[in-house]
């Protein structure tokens, strides 16, 4: 078992920045590869970021390439999203998740075994 809690979500102005965190406790962090989802209002769940166990490699969704930055530092058990140059667009409630290592990178929910709570951003234009 893998319990995710992420913080760092709030509100902030269009172009502005937020820092997402996730620490993880339970079983080895470096055991997982680690993703990132967001939901907006009325929309489906959508993939946002993803990164290798060893943080050697990452993906992200189009909307979000040269903004957003994933990564994590197994020391700390914790994985971070970055996000630079907000959009209103952007507001969601954002997930961290936690799949098996050999899912890779994958930017497909149905992988990840474990989720965190959700941490709301809300960018205002």
Known sequence: QVQLVESGGGLVQAGGSLRLSCAASGR???????????????KEREFV????WGGASTRYVDSVKGR?????????????????SLKPEDTAVYYCAAAARSY???????????????????VSS
């Open 49 to 52: 970021a993803a990164i290798t």
């Open 68 to 84: 957003f930055t994933i990564s994590r530092d197994n020391a700390k058990n914790t994985v971070y999203l970055q996000l630079n």
């Open 28 to 42: 080895t962090f470096s055991l997982y590869a680690m993703g990132w989802f967001r939901q907006a209002p009325g």
């Open 104 to 122: 890779d990178k994958s930017d497909y929910e149905g992988n990840y075994a474990y989720w965190g709570q959700g941490t709301q951003v809300t």
